[in-house]
C-alpha cells in the first residue's frame, strides 16, 4: 500500500488508557516509502513489534507529537532508541511543539540528542519535509499544552489528523483550508456538560461536516464513547452526509488510497 495507517490504538483520556480498555500505541502511517510515528503513547513500541507483521522502528523516518500528553507521547523516547538503535545510528527526524522538547520535556534530552534532526513545531507552519513527504501544521487547539494538528501532502494526497482540543468555529475553517482527502480525528467525549478542552461526538461531526474530506476516520475514544458505540455511529454519519465515515479498532489498518478513491466515485 503507498498510502496506510495502521492504529497500533484506538483509545485515549485517562481511565481508557490506564486500564488499556483500548489500546494507546498511536497511529503508524505509510505514505510511499516514508514511515511516520504519529503520537505513540503508552505501549507504543510493544504494540509496533507485536504486529503481525511487526513494524520495524528501525525503517522509522520520523516520529511526530501532536503534544506532550502521556496519551500521545509516553513512549516517545522508547522508540527512539528503537528507531536509532539504542543512540548508535543516528537517524530519523523529531517532530513535536516546544513544551515536549524543553522545560518538562516529555521526548528526554538525551534521546533528542539520538535523532538526526530535531524541528520544533509551530502553528500554521511548514513544509516540514520527512522524505517524499511534507508536513503542515494547523492553528493552535485550545488545549492544556502546545497542541498542533497535522497536515501531510504525499503525491497528490491530503491526509489531516486532528489531535485533542476543544471545539471552535475557527478550527473547522483552518482544516477545510487543506481540503484534506482524509480526516482523522481523535473524539474522547460522546454527549455532555464537562468543561474541557476536547470535542464531543457532535463537535466532531461539525467538524466533518464543515471539512468534507472523503473519509473521515475517528479514534482516541473515551470511555463514553465506547459505550456509544463507535461503529455504529459512524455509520449513521456515512448516511447523513453521503461520505465514508470509519471508527478505528485497535490494529486496523486501511488503505488511505483505496479508500479515497473508492469514496470519490
Known sequence: MSASVLFLGSGGARFVVARQLRAS????????????????????????LA?????????????ALSHKH????GDATALIEAMTSGGFRRRGVLLAPAD??????????????????????????????????EL????????????????????????????????????????????????IVNVLRFRDSMDVDHMTWDDACRVVARVRPRVAIFQHFGTKMLEADPARLAQELEDELGLRAIAAYDNL???????IAAAAR
Not at 497511529?27 to 510493544?46: F, K, S, Y
Not at 518538562?104 to 519535509?129: C, I, K, N, S
Not at 489498518?253 to 479508500?259: A, F, G, Y
Open 51 to 63: 504486529h503481525v507483521p511487526p513494524c520495524n522502528p528501525r525503517e522509522l523516518d520520523a516520529i
Open 25 to 48: 500505541g498511536g497511529m503508524w502511517l505509510r505514505l510511499g516509502e516514508t514511515q511516520i510515528h504519529i503520537d505513540p503513547g503508552p505501549g507504543a513500541l510493544v504494540r509496533a
Open 136 to 183: 503542515y501544521t494547523s492553528m493552535p487547539h485550545v488545549h492544556a499544552v502546545q497542541t498542533y494538528g497535522m497536515h501531510f501532502h504525499h503525491d497528490g494526497l491530503r491526509i489531516s489528523y486532528m489531535p485533542c482540543g476543544r471545539y471552535v468555529e475557527e478550527i473547522a475553517e483552518d482544516y477545510a483550508a487543506h481540503h484534506p482527502d482524509a480526516l
Open 253 to 259: 489498518t486501511i488503505d488511505l488510497e483505496t479508500e
Open 100 to 133: 515536549a522538547l524543553s522545560g518538562e520535556p516529555t521526548v528526554l534530552p538525551y534521546a533528542q540528542r539520538f535523532v538526526e534532526r530535531v524541528e520544533v513545531l509551530a502553528p500554521r507552519a511548514g513544509p516540514y519535509r520527512i522524505g517524499g513527504v
Open 70 to 73: 502521556l496519551d500521545h507521547a
